[in-house]
Each structure stands twice: as C-alpha cells, then as structure tokens.
T-cell receptor, first 115, second 111 residues
Framework: AQSVTQLGSHVSVSEGALVLLRCNYSSSVPPYLFWYVQYPNQGLQLLLKYTSAATLVKGINGFEAEFKKSETSFHLTKPSAHMSDAAEYFCAVSDVNTNAGKSTFGDGTTLTVKP | EPEVTQTPSHQVTQMGQEVILRCVPISNHLYFYWYRQILGQKVEFLVSFYNNEISEKSEIFDDQFSVERPDGSNFTLKIRSTKLEDSAMYFC?????????FGSGTRLTVV
C-alpha cells in the first residue's frame, strides 16, 4: 500500500522568496516519487522524479526535491519564487516495479505568489 | 519531445449515454493508465493496462468502465452509461520505465 500526504493545502509566498512544499509518503516497497505542476484547466506536467539514484533531484523551472528516507519525505523547494510559479502542485508515489505501477497522488498544494 | 495525445479535449454528454475517451500513448511505452480528477480534487487512479490486459483497477473502475487497446496505438476508456458524478477531467498516461507521461486530459461533462 502506498499513500502521500501533502502538508498545507495552500501556501502563499512573496515573489523572490523561498518556496517549500511538503510531501510525506508511505510505501511498502522502495518508492518512486514525483512532483507535478498543474496550471488552471491544464494537464499534469512533471517537475521532477526520484527513482533511487541521487537523493537530491533537480527538475525544471528551478525546482528541486530531496528524498529523505528516514523522514519519509520528499519536499519540493525553489530558492526564489516567480509569479509564474503560481499553480497547483501534486506529489505522487508510484510502485513502478510492478506491472501495475500505479501512482497515488496527494491532495495537492495551491501555491500563490504575491508581488 | 514525445507526447501522450488525448481526444477530445472537451466532451459534453447526456446522462445515460456512452462515451469513449481516446488516447494515443507514446509509441515505445509499455504501461498505460487512466486517471481522473473531479474538479477541485486530487488525481485518482482508475486502471492500469499492460501486455494487453488490465493489471490493476481501482474501486472506481466498476462495470460501467472498460478499456481497450484495439490497434496497438490507441488506448480507449469507455463509460457505458454516464452518470452526473462521472463529470471530471480524465487523464491518460503511459510509461516505459520510471517516468510517467500524462496527456493533457479530456474534460467530460455529464448533463
């Protein structure tokens, strides 16, 4: 069984400030973890993924995430927020070692960036 | 960059009608999925498909739903008799190894 908890359904930061979106996971097997961004009325865009290689993963648009097994966390960060970062962010865990390999998503975090 | 293509982007249907949502996964991918997202909610797994059969399905995926990969390129989701609560964004996804690629979704509105 796998699950994801995203702490904070809404996060608001000022432009230029640090972005921190929290994700904790539960998985009975070594997890593969993903962050997606969704802009209004659009699809899911992959920001980055952890697949058991380096624990610090760099993604697109300046985002990165660190896998911490001891804390079962995979928090998403960006040093300096841009207005264009305002969107919904989803953390997901997947067991891609099975033929199902389904992804389980968190509830999402809405990021607001204030000018 | 290869894309997963979904058609149509929007579909409005009357309650009780059958709908077919279409997806063209990335050509060398092996695993195929349907997810749905009810407005304002999280993305939920519906079904996974591998080696021409369903490998896992959620409790949402009841007898009203079916999937098919009829010709080696398309991957379809059929809802036999739509209900109001089927209104959602439906995402198709495919993968070869670790990374999922999602389509841009079909917004289904049941009236």
């Amino acid at each position: 069984a796998q699950s994801v908890t995203q702490l904070g359904s809404h996060v608001s930061v000022s432009e230029g400030a640090l972005v921190l979106l929290r994700c904790n996971y539960s998985s009975s097997v070594p997890p593969y973890l993903f962050w997606y961004v969704q802009y209004p009325n659009q699809g899911l865009q992959l920001l980055l993924k952890y697949t058991s290689a380096a624990t610090l993963v760099k993604g697109i648009n300046g985002f990165e995430a660190e896998f911490k097994k001891s804390e079962t966390s995979f928090h998403l960060t960006k040093p300096s927020a841009h207005m264009s970062d305002a969107a919904e962010y989803f953390c997901a865990v997947s067991d891609v070692n099975t033929n199902a390999g389904k992804s389980t998503f968190g509830d999402g975090t809405t990021l607001t960036v204030k000018p | 960059e290869p894309e997963v293509t979904q058609t149509p982007s929007h579909q409005v249907t009357q309650m009780g009608q059958e709908v077919i949502l279409r997806c063209v996964p990335i050509s060398n991918h092996l695993y195929f999925y349907w997810y749905r997202q009810i407005l304002g909610q999280k993305v939920e797994f519906l079904v996974s498909f591998y080696n021409n059969e369903i490998s896992e399905k959620s409790e949402i995926f009841d007898d009203q739903f079916s999937v098919e990969r009829p010709d080696g390129s398309n991957f379809t989701l059929k809802i036999r008799s739509t209900k109001l609560e089927d209104s959602a964004m439906y995402f198709c996804a495919s993968r070869r190894h670790y990374g999922y690629t999602f389509g841009s979704g079909t917004r289904l509105t049941v009236v």
